[in-house]
């Protein structure tokens, strides 16, 4: 899963409009931030550093190359993004933490009116997630934290290389840098579950371009695609079955919420995906969803990234075009909505049946 963080800048004008709260966190984030761009090396000096190990540096000079294949093939300049390294403490850059109500699966949204709303917020320190997890599980939400090992700021600044990514393999690394590289291209205000869901999508088709996969290396890595893709779906699913059973109960308590979950996930969830992995003969072990602990909050999350992929793979086929026409689409698509001022989520507009009918008769 590649999860976008926003880091948010201390400006004095707008410090004005926010809460104690916000602003602290505005302030913390900030500082973060500031550590990260100020510990950067440029480029060049690491890989002439003998200290740095050999591993590194070929990972530093794949992500140069990443980078420049994706400017080519969107027609970008150049940028300064990726082009300094910063060397992390830890393994991880951030630490997200998402909240949800125990009577329901739908992530807290955060708002900042400056930037727009997110279901989640993001921490450089680990006991600062748990603080914050800890004051919302006070007021009755459900918590979940994770590390976070690559963010994006949507280009407003000159993002470094991350050690943190040094962790990937070749072509999972090509796919993460590709995909934050995304957000910098295309991003739309409050709508954190679209952007994340075109990143991963266009991310991987331009990942499997890149490699230039053999006929059989393709099928194989397609089918890969198309069989987590299922098991996405049938997640996004059950979790909407959970959320009809929640809101059955007119008086939910939180001990029962919790009783309900527990049984959902035991007799319906985990048996289900089980049985879905064994199908598509993905062994036990590799069946993602059984290996995680499940509660409002993760499951929340999980919708936040995955639940408009299937949509996004419908739309690309039933508009025909090739991956940049694609791009293009979308693009024209957000420009109409912007223009007749919609008060419609762009999602909705975006994949309304009206408006894939007329692109697919423009296309024939």
Not at 7 to 14: D, K, V
Not at 55 to 84: A, L, P, Q, R, V
Not at 130 to 153: C, F, G, L
Not at 304 to 320: D, E, F, P, R, W
Request: with cysteine.
């Amino acid at each position: 899963m590649r999860i976008t963080t926003i880091i948010f800048y201390i400006l004095a004008g707008l410090l004005l409009f926010s809460s104690c709260a916000k602003l602290q966190y505005m302030a913390m984030q900030g500082i973060g931030q500031i550590s990260l761009l100020t510990r950067a090396r440029s480029n060049q000096k690491v890989l002439q550093d003998p200290n740095i190990p050999v591993e590194h540096k070929g990972k530093i000079k794949k992500i140069m190359t990443y980078k420049k294949y994706f400017n080519k093939y969107w027609d970008k300049g150049n940028s300064d993004i990726y082009s300094k390294t910063t060397f992390l403490e830890g393994e991880a850059v951030t630490y997200l933490v998402v909240a949800s109500k125990y009577y329901e699966v739908r992530a807290h949204q955060e708002s900042f009116w400056f930037i727009g709303k997110f279901p989640y917020l993001g921490f450089f320190h680990l006991d600062s997630a748990k603080e914050y997890a800890q004051n919302m599980q006070k007021n009755d939400y459900i918590t979940w934290i994770r590390p976070v090992y690559a963010y994006s700021t949507l280009g407003n600044f000159s993002d470094p290389i991350l050690s943190s990514f040094f962790t990937y393999d070749d072509y999972n690394l090509c796919e993460l840098v590709f995909h934050e590289l995304f957000h910098t291209i295309f991003f739309i205000k409050n709508n954190v579950a679209l952007n994340e869901n075109l990143a991963n999508y266009f991310a991987s088709k331009m990942t499997m371009d890149y490699f230039h996969l053999s006929k059989l290396e393709r099928i194989k890595k397609e089918n890969e695609v198309r069989n987590h893709g299922k098991i996405r779906l049938a997640m996004v699913e059950l979790i909407q079955e959970l959320n009809n059973l929640l809101k059955k109960d007119k008086i939910l308590t939180k001990p029962k919420a919790k009783t309900i979950l527990q049984t959902f996930l035991n007799d319906r969830f985990f048996p289900t995906l089980e049985a879905l992995c064994t199908s598509l003969e993905i062994k036990k072990k590799s069946c993602f969803p059984l290996d995680r602990k499940w509660n409002n909050a993760s499951l929340a999350a999980f919708l936040t990234y995955q639940n408009k992929s299937a949509q996004i793979k419908k739309l690309h086929l039933q508009v025909g075009l090739d991956l940049k026409g694609f791009y293009k689409y979308i693009n024209d698509q957000y420009q109409s909505y912007l223009d007749k001022g919609l008060e419609e989520d762009f999602s909705t507009f975006l994949f309304s049946p009206l408006t894939v009918q007329k692109e697919s008769r423009l296309v024939k």
